[in-house]
């Protein structure tokens, strides 16, 4: 056991320094803690302040791995050199020049070798934060890049915010007093970590370091200078060498410490428990091999560990069944400990429950037939790469649609085993019905769960598309029923008309960020299902809802579906329009499928105005400037962009012939006016040079409308008429350059 003298400095540039899974939250920064913080921190900074001074923070030991590595990586270098030098000479005695230069990166030592600290975790991580709030302060990205070998492996999220906060393109302000909240509201700053206890306490931490670092009036430099170059903070380091000792001395002197992770605790209980119970051939030794395999090929660049998606394998494929036992609860608290990555050890209830014991070979069985399985997955669906992604790796913490789709997976291949040819197509038609479907809660999974083992019994292991094809909607229980009909009638085209390439044609439509797998109002834009023209029309259809449209803030494609007239929907007392979104199942539905399913004449009318050749925008924009405009609310809505993205929520509240644009879904809340808001937001100059302000209405009895603040007048529209008025008064008007006229407001 080595006993050296060390600044965090020396060490951090040595090595890298992660904290372990088995260690506690980072807790200098918690409420019971933070005289303690308050005090470390002012000894540190008080030590580089004084000149002279120094402070000792007592013993860190840990162990360091990876340095046989090293030592391997070095050894391997000067074998090269040494044959590259001996090939050189040879070449040199044929009359050949020869050069070389073995380039050697730098600080490979601090890359290659770990260092796990065993005890001194609170006091590294401070140290920590002071190195890294004072490299910020100096803008200094050269040693943000060594400190980004400063780790923590306790929580996804406490990994993932030292990785913002190392990001050597983020800077934080330091002037101002609220250095939490410049850090809080960054752009690359997630709430999420806010859950996360020992994020909590380093942003604790770091805002009382600011508040020390400026009543000092600390020059950065120096501090700097002193941190990296002079042994002003130091500590004892002790490397534990023997990987035995550090985990008995470990256990020993920390009860904090797990020698076995749930997942190899879980992999012991089933080696003694399954010996002679499960069948197939070696499958301890595949446990450990090949499928371990599948979770490593599938894990994150730079990610180490694979125990955790591994044993979320095992609990996701017994949830698909443990939720088809009619006596489980929707509240059962075991569902929720099931589905995510929470400090749960699922042997407790696996060892009681008969529905693992009859079913673990039949999980096993599913990695046994992954193992060459290359299966694709629209991406809309999932964010995972492919199917093996997603049941090896993304698998934690599923939605219900996800959770479904990984039971409809996994199922087909017990079902199937190695007879798995047409499983691209099973995996294609069941995420369309499910990702179509409301599926939210466990007992709506558990009633998608019999429809899919309904289905797979008439499937079996036959080209899906031959059976779905001759299948009724009533055939297929569950289900969203447009969704049904759809994927019948495709997949009778697929069959039906091989001379087409149908299948290729419709993944590619289904892939398609806004349609998402539901493309059937395309046929309908063409009585004859002629396949030349359903290909034109889904060209057209797939600009007109393509990103270069769907992100354009004006409402462009909305704005041209009303040149053709009113194509509002109802909502109660309200009109809506759609709005983009499309996130989620209930997005889609609510606004363009909605507005295509109510105003389908509308999308036949402007896919025939299109063409698929010229730039959408520019058709578009140039329908609305060749449209007749007259006084209309429809007519100021089309001309002006700015009209249809103030209501949050896309709803206008129709009263006599008025249109008044709803901050919210009802008139209690803020509202404005079509044609008043609509002349405010047209004449800038006009209202900025005699002070005209728009006043929102709010409630029934208030009308929104311009306010001449020089004479406490406001104008209003009469609804019935559609002309302007003062408020309070009956003269109608037919612009408001007539009233600002009368009122002696020049114009």
């Known amino acids: 056991m080595k006993n050296t003298f060390y600044t965090f400095w020396q060490l951090i540039d040595e090595c890298t320094i992660e904290i372990p899974t088995i260690q506690r939250d980072y807790t200098y920064g918690r409420e019971g803690s933070r005289e303690i913080s308050k005090k470390l921190i002012h000894s540190i900074l008080k030590s580089l302040q004084d000149n ?197 001395l470990y256990l020993k002197m920390n009860a904090r410490g797990k ?100 079913n673990i070979e039949s999980y096993l069985t599913v990695l046994e037939y992954c193992i060459n399985l290359k299966i ?86 036959q080209n899906v598309y031959e059976v779905i094809e001759q299948l009724k909607t009533s055939e297929i229980s569950f289900f969203n029923e447009k969704q049904k009909e759809e994927e019948i009638f495709k997949a009778k085209k697929i069959i039906n008309e091989p001379q087409h390439d149908w299948e290729v044609l419709f993944i590619d439509l289904e892939n398609h960020n806004y349609f998402y797998g539901q493309i059937g109002f395309i046929f309908k834009l063409n009585e004859s299902k002629d396949y030349s023209i359903f290909i034109e029309n889904s060209l057209k259809t797939r600009l007109l809802f393509s990103e270069e449209i769907m992100k354009n803030s004006n409402y462009l494609l909305y704005r041209s579906f009303l040149t053709f007239g009113n194509c509002f929907l109802k909502n109660g007392n309200n009109l809506t329009y759609p709005s983009n979104l499309r996130g989620t199942l209930r997005n889609r539905n609510e606004n363009w499928r909605r507005f295509i399913d109510q105003k389908f004449i509308f999308l036949k009318q402007l896919v025939d105005e299109i063409n698929p050749i010229d730039n959408i925008t520019s058709q578009l924009n140039d329908l609305i400037n060749c449209y007749v405009f007259s006084s209309t609310n429809n007519s100021k809505l089309i001309k002006n962009p700015v009209l249809l993205s103030y209501p949050e929520k896309n709803h206008i509240r129709i009263y006599d012939n008025g249109y008044y644009l709803l901050n919210k879904t009802r008139i209690y809340g803020f509202f404005k006016e079509v044609f008043t808001y609509d002349w405010f937001i047209m004449n800038p100059s006009t209202c900025k040079e005699h002070s005209i302000e728009y006043i929102d209405g709010k409630g029934e009895d208030s009308d929104p409308g311009l306010l001449l603040k020089n004479i406490n007048k406001k104008i209003i529209i009469d609804s019935k008429s559609l002309k302007f008025k003062l408020e309070d008064e009956s003269d109608i008007y037919e612009t408001v350059e007539e009233i600002l006229k009368k009122m002696k407001v020049n114009v």
């Open 52 to 248: 002279d001074a120094s402070l000792h923070l007592d013993f860190v030991y840990g162990k360091k791995l990876g340095i046989d590595n090293f030592i391997a990586l070095e050894r391997n270098k000067n074998s090269i050199d040494t044959l590259l030098l001996s090939l050189k000479n040879y070449a040199e005695n044929l009359n050949i020049s020869v050069n070389f230069n073995t380039q050697q990166k730098q600080n490979l030592e601090a890359e290659v070798v770990t260092f796990i600290p065993l005890d001194g975790q609170q006091r590294l991580t401070t140290l920590f934060l002071v190195h890294w709030y004072v490299s910020n302060v100096l803008k200094d990205n050269t040693s943000k890049k060594v400190l980004q070998r400063f780790k923590y492996a306790t929580r996804t999220s406490s990994k993932e915010f030292l990785q913002f906060l190392t990001n050597d393109t983020y800077h934080f302000d330091c002037n101002s007093k609220t250095f939490r909240k410049n850090i809080e509201n960054h752009e690359g700053f997630f709430t999420k970590w806010l859950k996360d206890p020992t994020v909590i306490s380093m942003l604790s931490v770091l805002e009382e370091t600011h508040k020390q670092f400026l009543e000092k009036r600390l020059e950065a430099r120096e501090v700097w200078e002193k941190l990296e170059k002079k042994e002003v903070i130091t500590f004892d380091f002790f490397d534990l060498e023997d990987f035995e000792l550090t985990d008995e």
């Open 376 to 461: 694709k997955i629209n991406p809309l669906y999932n964010e995972a790469e492919n199917v093996n992604n997603f049941l090896f790796s993304k698998n934690i913490g599923l939605s219900w649609w996800h959770t479904t789709m990984y039971f409809a997976i996994t199922r087909y291949i017990i079902k199937n085993k190695s007879n798995l040819t047409h499983i691209n197509k099973w995996t294609r038609v069941i995420s369309n019905l499910i990702y179509n479907t409301p599926i939210e809660s466990p007992k709506l999974f558990s009633e998608a769960a019999i429809s899919i083992l309904e289905l797979l019994d008439k499937v079996q292991d």
């Open 259 to 358: 020698k076995l992770t749930h997942f190899e605790n879980f992999k012991a209980w089933l080696f003694k428990e399954f010996t002679n119970q499960i069948q197939i051939n070696g499958w301890k030794k595949k446990i450990d091999l090949e499928w371990n395999d599948l979770f490593w090929n599938q894990k994150p660049l730079g990610d180490s560990k694979i125990d955790i998606p591994y044993l979320q394998f095992f609990k996701n494929m017994f949830l698909g069944d443990f939720l088809m036992d009619e006596s489980i609860s929707e509240k059962d608290s075991n569902i929720d400990l099931l589905r995510s990555e929470t400090d749960f050890n699922p042997v407790s209830l696996f060892e009681k429950n008969i529905i693992f014991q009859n």
